[in-house]
Nanobody, 119 residues
Framework: QVQLVESGGGLVQPGGSLRLSCAAS????????MGWYRQAPGKQRELVAT???????KYADSVKGRFTISRDNAKNTVYLQMNSLKPEDTAVYYC?????????????WGQGTQVTVSS
């Protein structure tokens, strides 16, 4: 089992910044691909950004150039730096950890942290 605990959400004005953190409970954190997803009211959960165990990052088109995902394997933590925030970024943000082999998939989610962008 891997427990994921997100933090760093809150209320921010448009154009502002927040940094989300996701701390994982397992010391083998480094083998997991990590991701941030978000879900706005009345909408489906969508991918925001992912980072592989080898630190290759990918982003949704809607956040490219504004958000940066990173990981610190020594701290078992993945981060999402969010700049130039827009009202449409308002959502609950979830952290995901996934490890897949031919035989098995381990897939874990955090409880989510609310991000609200509003003036």
């Amino acid at each position: 089992q891997v427990q994921l605990v997100e933090s760093g959400g809150g209320l921010v004005q448009p154009g502002g910044s927040l940094r989300l953190s996701c701390a994982a409970s397992r010391t083998i954190f480094s083998i997991y691909d990590m991701g941030w997803y978000r879900q706005a009211p009345g909408k489906q959960r969508e991918l925001v950004a992912t980072i592989t165990s080898g630190s290759t990052a990918k982003y949704a088109d809607s956040v490219k150039g504004r958000f940066t995902i990173s990981r610190d394997n020594a701290k078992n933590t993945v981060y999402l730096q969010m700049n130039s925030l827009k009202p449409e970024d308002t959502a609950v943000y979830y952290c995901n950890a996934i490890y897949t082999t031919a035989a098995v998939t381990f897939d874990y989610w955090g409880q989510g942290t609310q991000v609200t962008v509003s003036s």
